[in-house]
């Protein structure tokens, strides 16, 4: 004599493909095992969104200032590449920084001006303070007299905020990005160097 089942069909909604399937199992979540991986990884990425959320709520501005700098200072020397340095008008190999005309400390005010900061060879930067009478200079050269003395001149102060800070780190990898897809193509297109030609090292 065969035993009823106590298995209960019922209908349940795959949380991977969206599609109805029928449930041998009151908890199923998932219609077959492909689902189920799709699931599981879903669920990881997840959890690490929520993670990263939960890091940036408590991340100090300190952290958010940093992290706008370097996206910052990332394009400044994307937007300048192939440019030489601002001060020695040297075309060198050497580490390139993202140098401002007025300092940080001085105008903290003008830190994400982009007619303040242009790029600056590692010596010129590090070693000679910025080099700044023959940045001043060249900087003259580049955008002209009336700007530099624009720069040079009163700013309201600007105590960036933490939103201010997340839109400036988002903006500037966005504007980033895009300049290295500009390369990336300009380069492809590019007839092959001959003996004896370079192109620019990234």
């Known amino acids: 004599m065969l035993l ?6 019922q209908m349940a909604t795959c949380k991977a493909c969206g599609k109805d399937f029928i449930s041998f199992r009151p908890l199923a979540q998932v219609c077959s095992i492909s689902c189920a991986k799709k699931h599981v990884a879903s669920q990881k ?10 890091k940036e709520k408590v991340k100090p501005r300190s952290k958010w200032m940093q992290e ?10 994307l937007r300048d590449r192939g ?3 601002i001060s020695c008008d040297r075309d060198n190999k050497s580490k390139q920084n993202a140098g ?3 300092s940080t400390g001085a105008r903290p ?17 590090s070693y000679l303070s910025g080099n700044q009478a023959a940045y001043r ?20 102060p600007n105590k960036h905020t933490i939103d201010d800070l997340r839109q400036i780190k988002e903006t500037y990898r966005a504007k980033a990005k895009e300049l290295e897809n500009q390369w990336d193509q300009t380069t492809k297109s590019a007839p092959p160097s001959g003996p004896g030609l370079t192109q620019e090292p990234d």
């Open 137 to 156: 200079i060249r900087l003259i050269k580049r955008i002209g007299l009336e700007l530099v003395e624009w720069l040079e001149g009163p700013h309201e």
């Open 45 to 54: 990425k997840e959890e690490k969104q929520k993670f990263k959320a939960r």
């Open 68 to 77: 706008a700098q370097s996206e910052f200072n990332r394009y400044i020397r």
């Open 4 to 9: 009823a089942s106590n298995t209960k069909k």
């Open 83 to 85: 440019l030489p340095c």
């Open 109 to 125: 005010e003008l830190r994400f001006d982009e007619r303040n900061v242009h790029k600056q060879c590692e010596h010129c930067n």
């Open 100 to 102: 401002h005309f007025l």
